[in-house]
């Protein structure tokens, strides 16, 4: 007898009981894994480590002259005057560049590089614009998680940069 006709007249009762057993098994031995239960163990934390851990609220730093001259956080952004804009569908709002420039005490500029991340968060990226490209349509986009997009009608969806992190202005 060959092991292939030996398989073929197992029935399959014995290993459906045999794979309920190993399941019921795997689930009683396992109570940390279901719902609403608790552990009691207690993680330790070394002394020199701070047990909260907080993340710094999302801000864009605004660099001149290799020096930080501002920060601004999504709540000093809201406060500007809000532009409208229709880019590839998506219609985005917030403040124009320029506004978010001036707020910043910036008049008188050269290119602005912006900084942060490609459409999908796959790369970092950087749009670097000259001041005659910079106009009321280039917008930083408040977006709904909290952080603020480069777009605009002047930019097109290609160019935009999500989830700006740093403005230099040369």
């Known amino acids: 007898m060959n092991i292939r006709s030996g398989l073929a007249r197992l029935s399959p009762r014995p290993l459906l009981v045999c794979s309920f057993i190993l399941l019921v098994i795997g689930l009683v031995s396992a109570p940390s894994c279901s719902p609403g239960s608790s552990s009691t163990r207690t993680p330790s934390t070394p002394s020199n480590v701070s047990a909260t851990t907080t993340s710094a609220p999302y801000a864009i730093a ?36 320029l506004s978010v420039l001036s707020l910043a005490g910036i008049t008188d500029f050269g290119e ?10 796959v790369t970092s990226a950087e749009l670097t614009l000259k001041k005659a490209e910079i106009t009321d349509n280039v917008i930083l986009a408040l977006v709904t998680r909290g952080t603020a997009k480069l777009t605009g009608t002047d930019i097109g969806a290609q160019k935009m940069i999500i989830d700006v992190s740093k403005l230099v202005v040369r």
């Open 62 to 97: 605004v660099l001149q002259n290799d020096k930080q001259i501002a920060s601004l956080t999504i709540s000093d952004l809201s406060k500007l005057t809000q532009v409208k804009a229709n880019v590839a569908g998506t219609d985005e709002q917030g403040p124009a560049l």
């Open 112 to 121: 602005v590089t912006v900084y942060g991340f490609s459409k999908g968060r």
